[in-house]
């Protein structure tokens, strides 16, 4: 056992601005001169960008589908003994999802600050926080944060609204200089956002005058063991630029974990391939770099002679759009014969195990695209909402639009980058 002061963000719905206030709190915690680390409920990359820029630190997920309990609970021990300060953004509004960002909390003891958009609102305030923090009996409520209120005097108004035995956490004025950008997936990269470390600087003094500290936790030695070192002695090289940019830190871990050696290369901008036992393209955004994609033809003639000698690539989501003929009508690497076309509406969503012989791996998806092929798939899965997505093979090319999460199940993510 070990114990570590821990909050987890909430909030009544989407759109409340959890992200933002979990990075200037964050900030705020840390410029106090504490370790903070944080992580994010649910599978979402974007978000943990975000607070790694708050942070300074990598960002994990807690997802119990994807990722499982045993995961989460060995995340969070591990945190708790190399940081003063954990904060977990949650998903959604607090009792939104299975599990809900309430669910992981109660599982952990981790008490929940409520984050709520007051603009248009004073004394319901109080009664909204009230009563979404006694839902659940078993809920642990740290305090409340007004966001986007209209001036100090509406921010004391709100204070005032609320119940005695709920802490105060300030409030954030509405502000558009404060607002993070969004396109189809969600927020911006943190990378695309120039002055995102100014945004959060500047909201996490606006929140620092009087800011108090959440409770301390205990948290729980996991029982589980190290994964075995499948892949000792192997190089894995891994896309990693602009538009392949949807990589789990805890996946990183994972192989180095199992004695890989990590190697990173760009598709965008390299015209050689780094010598490696396997290739691993992950997700991103390969849709808005189609030029560089297209003109690309050092790096296109390198992963052909990647295929041709049998290599294994796996390929994740834009990974795997990317690898085939076209994107958009526009040529990509040609690897993988199919069409790619981002659509106008959601294509698939969901944390989910996919079922293999040797044992389950979680993932999860979330996309625009389709891929349009005449290869069968080798392996279907389905998300709880029942899309389908499939994986297929091409000789030495496993491809999807399935994120996986490595650390599930070690055993089986190993298998995805040796000779298939």
């Known amino acids: 056992m070990t114990t570590c002061k821990a909050v987890l963000v909430s909030a009544p719905a989407s759109g409340q601005g959890k992200t933002f206030i979990t990075a200037a709190l964050a900030r705020a915690w840390r ?13 979402d990359f974007l978000d943990p960008m975000i607070l790694e820029v708050a942070t300074g630190r990598p960002v994990y997920n807690l997802d119990f589908t994807m990722c499982g309990e045993n995961d989460a609970e060995a995340q969070l021990y591990r945190a708790a003994q190399n940081a003063d300060l954990i904060i977990v953004e949650g998903v959604m509004g607090l009792y939104d999802g299975t599990p809900s960002s309430a669910d992981i909390a109660v599982r952990f003891n981790l008490p929940v600050l409520l984050t709520i958009d007051a603009s248009g609102m004073a004394q319901t305030f109080g009664a909204l926080a009230n009563g979404l923090l006694s839902h659940y009996p078993t809920l642990i409520p740290a305090g409340v944060l007004a966001n986007k209120t209209g001036s100090t005097g509406h921010g004391k108004l709100l204070q005032d609204a609320l119940p005695k035995h709920l802490n105060w956490f300030g409030a954030l004025q509405k502000n558009e200089a404060l607002s993070l950008p969004e396109r189809h997936l969600g927020l911006f990269r943190a990378g695309e956002i120039s002055d995102l470390t100014q945004k959060i600087e500047d909201a996490a003094n606006a929140l620092a005058p009087d800011l108090p500290l959440p409770p301390i936790v205990s948290f729980k030695a996991p029982d589980t063991l190290a994964p075995p070192k499948r892949l000792d002695g192997k190089v894995i090289a891994i896309a990693r630029d602009e538009a392949f940019c949807f990589i789990y830190q805890a996946n990183l871990d994972c192989l180095t974990d199992m004695g890989a050696s990590l190697v990173f290369f760009s598709p965008l901008h390299d015209q050689t391939l780094p010598k490696a036992d396997a290739y691993w393209l992950p997700g991103g955004y390969p849709e808005l770099h189609l030029n560089e994609i297209s003109d690309n033809l050092s790096m296109k003639h390198a992963l052909e002679a990647a295929f041709a000698s049998n290599t294994p690539i796996l390929a994740e989501c834009g990974g795997m759009m990317a690898l085939s003929s076209s994107l958009n009508d526009v040529t990509c690497f040609d690897l993988l014969p199919g069409v790619s076309k981002i659509e106008s509406s959601l294509q698939g969503l969901g944390s989910l195990k996919v079922a293999l012989e040797e044992g389950e791996l979680g993932a ?41 999460y490595f650390a599930s199940n070690p055993e089986l993510a190993a298998r995805l980058f040796t000779t298939r």
């Open 364 to 404: 999860h998806t979330f996309h625009y695209g389709s891929f349009t092929t005449a290869l069968p798939p080798v392996i279907t899965a389905k998300t709880r909402f029942g899309k389908v997505e499939n994986i297929y093979q091409h000789g030495s090319i496993l491809a999807s639009f399935l994120h996986f």
């Open 31 to 43: 410029n106090q001169g504490l370790r903070v680390q944080a992580f994010k409920s649910g599978p």
